[in-house]
T-cell receptor, first 115, second 111 residues
Framework: NAGVMQNPRHLVRRRGQEARLRCSPM?????VYWYRQLPEEGLKFMVY????????ESGMPKERFSAEFPKEGPSILRIQQVVRGDSAAYFC?????????????FGDGTRLSIL | GDSVTQMEGPVTLSEEAFLTINCTYT??????LFWYVQYPGEGLQLLLK?????DKGSNKGFEATYRKETTSFHLEKGSVQVSDSAVYFC??????????FGKGNQVVVIP
């Protein structure tokens, strides 16, 4: 009965490198959400995906950030040319459907540190 | 836009004390409301939810009532334990099931 699996748990990158964060949703869940948590802040919505489709990316920065959820395999959040301000905890959540009453189940997050 | 406001600052209290964490929201329509709890180094766990006005969500001794007239969803627990020490987030669901979170409250329970 695996929950939402995120890896890596911790990721260290130097400025200018690329960061790839992975998320495998709970079994039977086809809706994935990514959130970012800055220090001492609440989580901020970034992007909502279904298999092979981006449904809502209104919270994603316009540059350097992208997300995908392929037909096979985990969802990937990609950050190109990372900067210090990208240091944060990135959480993935999943739900079985996209309705507003569906609670989202969260992974343990990836803590990204930029040197 | 839709948003959630939580009371400022950490909450420190003794074991068996009464806990209240205030949460108010701004939204168009009637969103579903949630409380999530985050233990150190972990992700968020759903604590309870309410989907319409006057609904009361409850779990593990925690309760919150969806108050439309005051746009509030305050979290309460009658007798806290040390194991309740965590960060608590209030959230609402809006458009495409996105969640808007409050800033969270660190709760520290002292034995």
């Amino acid at each position: 009965n695996a929950g939402v699996m995120q890896n890596p748990r911790h990721l260290v990158r130097r400025r200018g490198q690329e960061a790839r964060l992975r998320c495998s949703p709970m079994k039977g869940h086809s809706h994935v959400y990514w959130y970012r948590q800055l220090p001492e802040e609440g989580l901020k919505f970034m992007v909502y995906l279904q298999k092979e489709n981006i449904i809502d990316e209104s919270g994603m920065p316009k540059e350097r950030f992208s997300a995908e959820f392929p037909k096979e395999g985990p969802s990937i959040l990609r950050i190109q040319q990372v900067v210090r301000g990208d240091s944060a905890a990135y959480f993935c959540a999943s739900s079985p459907t996209g309705g507003d009453n569906q609670p989202q189940h969260f992974g343990d997050g990836t803590r990204l540190s930029i040197l | 836009g839709d948003s959630v406001t939580q009371m400022e600052g950490p909450v420190t209290l003794s074991e068996e004390a009464f806990l209240t964490i205030n949460c108010t929201y701004t939204a168009t329509g009637y969103p579903s409301l949630f409380w999530y709890v985050q233990y150190p180094g972990e992700g968020l766990q759903l604590l309870l939810k309410a989907t319409k006005a006057d609904d009361k969500g409850s779990n593990k001794g925690f309760e919150a009532t969806y108050r439309k007239e005051t746009t509030s969803f305050h979290l309460e627990k009658g007798s806290v334990q040390v194991s309740d020490s965590a960060v608590y987030f209030c959230a609402l669901a809006y458009g495409n099931n996105r969640l808007a979170f409050g800033k969270g409250n660190q709760v520290v329970v002292i034995p």
